[in-house]
């Protein structure tokens, strides 16, 4: 190596020492002639100092933000008034005996320090630059970290990494697929995988017993700050568990990741039915981390003479109540802004009550008896000064959504009670009902297992068949999702049957999977966790872009490397394809 040290790692006990370093010009400033140049690399900034009778004077003068530069020298102690407490290099400085510019730098579109400040855009169209800024690279740093502390844990529980194909068919996993044209198989097409979930069940099936890795998913779906065309998660299938079983090896490995970030977790984490989550909190993916909950109060309202919960109730619907800290004091315009969330979500209308000195505040205050009133403030733990929200629906689930919404703008003005609520949320519906398509689908994935009592009740009343698929939350956050999984051929069937898939067509879709299940497939189970959505948590990062190396765009796109982009004709006669305008 060209050098003895990185540039943070010069400290008080290398003085007197001589030291050669290799980086980047972070800043340079001239002192009474005297020059005094931060030079950096991925481990920090140490300060150059060049007197006016070096040698190589010249060569500093001449240097500017960003070039790379090798430069040897002693280690000295600055001088009292100089100390930089900020820095892990604050009290020391080299002396330049020897100085080589590497390499140098054009005029840069913005400065790396503040790059973070840029508009995105540009971030990623000089991603090279911008992963030059100490947060970036700290980001990347705590990834790896991340992704090593789960690779050390899971071969510690006897877990074997295992590759699985990136080139694949095409199934139906809930997203769109990344399509991959053949040459060789002109008209057909690979898919890139959603998941490795029928390759991890295939080795389950093969006697690995405890797979892992951290595989790549594709999705061509809409994106968000969350979402990327292709994204990591950490990946695993065991055999022979139950739900109990793969919790326990999660929350070991929640602890170990959590712990290479500086953060001590408490196990075991709470449990949630999916029900229950909803009913509280109008979300499968709760922020537990403030105590804030919905309250059904359709019993209060069973004799109401207002028009609206009266048809609410008719039709066998529901009626939900929140507390509005304070939300006396709310304006008209931030009442109008949480009734446009709240049908924006799926609701018709919001009836809001303020509660001042004794008295009921509101436009349907009017329509309820003082009784109802009375109760409603009891139910939902009110005080002088607070406001009340009510929205009712037909449809439950459709009521408890909105409410679950507002739930998630209201926690935003409380304090939090801890900074990490994990919550597993299970029993799941195993299936949802599509009206245009007259079929049912897969709540979550096609290949879990419907709990083994409503079994019986899988095809004369699909909706209410619970399932063993779970999710871990963390803050609002779905971090991984997981189920046990069918390990009998017949009962696949019965449910792909239900999707509409014929057992011809499932023998085509699914036919490697189907096919292992009923060679003698042991009971299995898994979960894939999102490595990019922990990293960024424990980054403190909105959005999985800043913990990605090269991230796409909100639109799916690379400013990088301008991708996608179009091919020549060459390649489309190859893969016999030919581009349509719409």
């Not at 189970?525 to 990062?541: F, H, K, P, V, Y």
Request: overall charge negative.
């Amino acid at each position: 190596m060209k050098r003895t040290n990185y540039c943070g790692d010069i400290t008080a006990e290398l003085l007197g020492t001589k030291q050669t370093l290799c980086g980047w010009v972070n800043s340079y400033r001239n002192h009474g002639g005297v020059l005094f140049i931060n030079v950096r690399d991925r481990s920090g900034v140490c300060q150059l100092v060049v007197e006016p009778n070096s040698p190589f004077f010249d060569t500093a003068y001449g240097l500017r933000n960003e070039y790379v530069i090798e430069v040897t020298g002693t280690v000295k102690r600055r001088i009292e008034g100089a100390v930089n407490p900020n820095m892990k290099t604050g009290e020391i400085e080299i002396l330049v005996e020897d100085l080589k510019v590497l390499n140098t730098c054009i005029p840069l579109p913005f400065d790396v320090e503040n790059s973070r400040g840029v508009a995105e855009e540009i971030r990623l169209k000089y991603r090279y630059l911008d992963l030059r800024n100490p947060k970036m690279f700290s980001n990347l740093l705590l990834r790896h970290r991340i992704a090593q502390a789960a690779r050390r844990y899971l071969d510690a529980q006897g877990f074997l990494e295992v590759e699985t194909p990136i080139l694949t068919r095409s199934t139906p996993e809930g997203a769109r697929d990344y399509l991959v044209p053949s040459r060789v198989h002109h008209g057909e097409f690979y898919a890139l995988p959603q998941s490795p979930q029928m390759f991890k069940q295939t080795l389950m099936a093969s006697g690995i017993d405890r797979y892992f890795q951290l595989a790549r998913c594709f999705r061509d779906e809409d994106l968000r700050a969350d979402r990327q065309p292709e994204h990591t998660q950490i990946d695993m299938e065991m055999s022979f568990v139950t739900i109990n079983d793969i919790h326990e090896i999660v929350e070991g490995l929640m602890k170990e990741i959590f712990k290479t970030a500086g953060k001590e977790l408490q196990t075991p984490f709470i449990k949630i039915p999916f029900d229950e989550a909803m009913d509280k909190y109008g979300s499968d993916k709760p922020d537990l981390r403030y105590e804030l909950q919905l309250v059904n109060v359709s019993d209060l309202f069973a004799k109401t003479g207002f028009k609206v919960f009266q048809d609410v109730l008719a039709a066998k619907g529901a009626i939900y109540a929140l507390k509005g800290e304070k939300g006396a004091a709310y304006s008209r315009g931030h009442l109008d802004k949480l009734t446009e969330l709240a049908k924006k979500n799926g609701a018709k209308g919001l009836v809001w009550l303020k509660v001042k000195d004794g008295k009921y505040e509101g436009p349907a205050a009017k329509f309820f008896t003082p009784e109802e009133l009375c109760a409603l403030k009891q139910a939902v733990g009110a005080q002088d000064g607070d406001a009340i929200l009510v929205g009712s629906d037909a449809n439950k689930r459709t009521c408890q959504s909105f409410m679950g919404a507002l739930r998630k703008e209201l926690v935003k003005e409380l304090p939090q009670k801890t900074d990490w609520a994990f919550a597993w949320i299970t029993n799941f519906p195993l299936l949802e009902y599509i009206p245009e398509e007259d079929r049912w689908d897969a709540a979550h994935n096609p290949f879990t297992a419907a709990v083994e009592e409503d079994l019986p009740n899988l095809e004369k009343d699909p909706g209410s068949v619970r399932s063993y698929q779970f999710d871990l939350v963390l803050n609002g956050n779905e971090l991984a999702s997981g189920s046990v999984r069918n390990c009998r051929r017949d009962v696949q069937e019965r449910i792909l049957a239900l999707m509409k898939h014929s057992k011809e067509d499932a023998a085509i879709r699914f036919g490697m999977l189907l096919n292992a299940l009923e060679a003698g497939a042991p009971p299995h189970g898994g979960i894939g966790l999102g490595l990019d959505r922990i990293t960024a948590l424990l980054a403190g990062e909105e959005s999985i872009r800043e913990v990605i190396a090269f991230p796409k765009t909100a639109q799916a796109a690379c400013p990088l490397t301008e991708s996608p982009n179009k091919v020549d004709d060459k390649q489309l006669q190859e893969l016999g394809i030919e581009i349509t305008k719409e």
